[in-house]
């Protein structure tokens, strides 16, 4: 019986003091009557959970019965200033805010771990307002020791922001405090490390080394989807190899959690549709067949099937496959085979002179040809993707008569199929043995790749 009755008290006195769901209360001066929006950051995006009139008294209250997904939430007024609040397990405080200045607040019952993080915030904020000073004040300084001087007060300001991080960090390792304060920390190099090559493969291979990707919280800030951005655009080598590697890696990093694994799926997804690298498509179908196509249980079956027609359309065209045969009619009724040509590189251009672009790069493309690619033997092998005899001969006679002319007089299905023309003008640059070697590229990309490789 003594037993039970000690189980019991245990029972009652846990459920008296582990709170449930959340309240947050705020108090904003000045701001009576004023709307409020209460929500959470997701990649770039904010996230509205709820929204208020602050009442007569200025205060309002977001609260659930439910727990909140813990990660960087923000309150925003009707003056568009917002306010950041870490949530981790701490879901029940109160903060009395400033509207003028929202660095003045006052945190209520609030725990040590949000405590620190808002003194934190508050302390960043001051600190760059001075290391902005400073900064200014050396560049515009009139002699040395002045500019000496600030940039000693600049250096210092900087010191003492990351010795105060630090610290923050060794004391809330446990928590959300600590993991996204870590995360949000530049990568230090070792100072052992001289060479600008070995500086970079450190950087790019230790890029990721405080920030789990699989950590759905930090999903829940803004600076989740800017590193993976980041990393994508400015460390990762922009050719079709490397960027293959990296989208394969921040798959893997990412799938310990179904939210940040369906997150970079659709991420990378769109990043790849977006891209103007050469290649990107070449990613995006390796990319599909691999990962997303597996995962993306969200897609429908007519979304799916079309994503396969498109997968299949672009097939054709990736780099390193021998384009397809085209045997088309010359303007002396002639027809010219493709693959029969013996030339060391061929430029394959799609146009048509209604388009105002293919008017203008035309005749720049000709002008290369007959400067310097004319000379090295390459070819252009110009298609024209329309149905109109004259306007076709007559631009050709105007702007480019010595290269091989060639139209389809039965219609141009054969081209999109074939090479997966969806504009014009478009290139594709083959080499002696027809292997794709650059496509969807300038005029003057395309003669810089064939002068390069020739040298």
Same mark, same amino acid.
Request: aromatic letters at 12%; one cysteine or more; proline letters at 2%.
């Given at each position: 019986?003594?037993?039970?009755?000690?189980?019991?008290?245990?029972?009652?006195?846990?459920?008296?003091?582990?709170?449930?769901?959340?309240e947050?209360?705020?108090?904003?001066?000045?701001q009576?009557?004023?709307n409020?929006?209460f929500?959470h950051?997701?990649? &770039?995006?904010?996230?509205?959970?709820?929204?208020c009139?602050?009442d007569?008294?200025?205060?309002?209250?977001?609260?659930?019965?439910?727990?909140?997904?813990?990660? @960087?939430?923000?309150?925003?007024?009707a &003056?568009?200033?917002?306010?950041?609040?870490?949530i981790d397990k701490?879901?029940?405080?109160?903060?009395?805010?400033?509207?003028?200045?929202?660095?003045?607040?006052i945190?209520?019952?609030?725990?040590?771990? %949000?405590?620190?993080?808002?003194?934190?915030?508050?302390?960043?904020?001051f600190?760059?307002?001075?290391?902005?000073?400073?900064?200014?004040?050396?560049?515009?300084a009139?002699?040395?020791d002045s500019?000496?001087y600030?940039?000693?007060?600049y250096? &210092?300001?900087?010191?003492?922001?990351?010795?105060?991080?630090?610290?923050?960090?060794?004391?809330?390792?446990?928590?959300?405090t600590?993991?996204?304060?870590?995360?949000?920390q530049?990568?230090?190099?070792?100072?052992?490390?001289?060479?600008?090559?070995?500086?970079?493969?450190?950087?790019?291979?230790?890029?990721f080394?405080?920030f789990?990707?699989?950590?759905?919280?930090?999903l829940?800030?803004?600076?989740?989807?800017n590193?993976?951005?980041v990393?994508?655009?400015?460390? *990762?080598?922009q050719?079709?190899?490397?960027? #293959?590697?990296? *989208?394969?890696?921040?798959?893997?990093?990412?799938r310990n959690?179904?939210?940040t694994k369906?997150?970079? %799926?659709?991420?990378l997804? &769109?990043?790849? %549709?977006?891209?103007?690298?050469?290649?990107?498509?070449d990613?995006?179908?390796?990319?599909?067949?691999? +990962?997303?196509?597996?995962?993306a249980?969200?897609?429908?079956?007519?979304?799916?099937?079309?994503?396969k027609?498109e997968?299949e359309?672009?097939?054709?065209?990736? @780099?390193?496959?021998?384009?397809?045969?085209?045997?088309?009619?010359?303007?002396?009724g002639?027809?010219?085979?493709?693959?029969?040509?013996?030339?060391?590189?061929?430029?394959?251009?799609?146009?048509?002179?209604?388009?105002?672009h293919?008017?203008?790069?035309?005749?720049?493309?000709?002008?290369?040809?007959?400067?310097s690619l004319?000379?090295?033997?390459?070819? *252009?092998?110009?298609?024209?993707?329309?149905?109109?005899?004259?306007?076709?001969?007559?631009?050709?006679?105007t +702007?480019c008569?010595? #290269?091989?002319?060639?139209?389809d007089?039965r219609?141009f299905?054969?081209?999109?199929?074939?090479?997966?023309?969806?504009e014009?003008?478009?290139?594709?640059?083959?080499?002696?043995?027809?292997?794709?070697?650059?496509k969807?590229?300038?005029?003057?990309?395309?003669?810089?790749?064939?002068l390069?490789?020739?040298?």
């Amino acid at each position: 019986m003594k037993a039970i009755i000690t189980a019991i008290v245990i029972f009652l006195s846990f459920s008296i003091f582990a709170q449930t769901g959340y309240e947050i209360t705020l108090s904003v001066s000045n701001q009576a009557g004023g709307n409020v929006v209460f929500g959470h950051y997701y990649g &770039n995006n904010l996230m509205k959970l709820d929204s208020c009139q602050l009442d007569s008294n200025s205060r309002a209250v977001f609260a659930g019965k439910e727990n909140l997904a813990h990660g @960087l939430y923000f309150v925003r007024f009707a &003056n568009k200033k917002m306010f950041n609040i870490l949530i981790d397990k701490d879901q029940h405080f109160s903060i009395d805010l400033d509207s003028e200045n929202l660095n003045n607040f006052i945190l209520r019952d609030a725990k040590s771990s %949000l405590r620190e993080f808002l003194s934190f915030q508050k302390f960043l904020y001051f600190s760059q307002l001075k290391t902005k000073e400073y900064y200014s004040k050396a560049l515009k300084a009139t002699n040395s020791d002045s500019a000496k001087y600030y940039g000693a007060k600049y250096k &210092n300001i900087r010191e003492e922001t990351d010795k105060y991080r630090k610290l923050i960090i060794g004391n809330n390792a446990s928590n959300f405090t600590g993991v996204f304060l870590s995360a949000s920390q530049e990568l230090t190099l070792p100072e052992t490390i001289k060479d600008s090559l070995e500086v970079y493969k450190y950087y790019k291979n230790n890029y990721f080394h405080r920030f789990n990707l699989s950590d759905e919280r930090l999903l829940r800030t803004p600076i989740y989807e800017n590193k993976v951005n980041v990393y994508l655009t400015r460390v *990762v080598a922009q050719n079709p190899d490397s960027v #293959w590697i990296a *989208v394969d890696s921040l798959v893997s990093l990412s799938r310990n959690s179904k939210l940040t694994k369906n997150f970079m %799926l659709v991420y990378l997804h &769109n990043f790849l %549709l977006d891209s103007k690298m050469m290649g990107a498509d070449d990613i995006f179908v390796k990319f599909c067949e691999k +990962h997303y196509l597996q995962n993306a249980t969200w897609l429908k079956r007519k979304q799916r099937r079309m994503l396969k027609q498109e997968i299949e359309r672009i097939k054709p065209t990736m @780099l390193g496959q021998k384009a397809a045969e085209l045997t088309l009619e010359n303007d002396q009724g002639e027809y010219i085979s493709l693959h029969q040509s013996e030339a060391e590189y061929i430029i394959l251009w799609f146009w048509e002179p209604d388009c105002a672009h293919c008017a203008e790069t035309t005749p720049r493309l000709y002008m290369h040809y007959q400067s310097s690619l004319k000379a090295l033997g390459v070819e *252009v092998f110009a298609v024209y993707v329309r149905s109109d005899r004259k306007k076709w001969d007559e631009f050709i006679q105007t +702007h480019c008569p010595e #290269w091989i002319n060639v139209w389809d007089p039965r219609g141009f299905g054969e081209l999109f199929s074939k090479f997966n023309v969806r504009e014009t003008p478009m290139i594709v640059v083959l080499n002696k043995n027809k292997e794709i070697i650059a496509k969807n590229i300038s005029e003057n990309q395309a003669t810089d790749i064939i002068l390069n490789l020739v040298d």
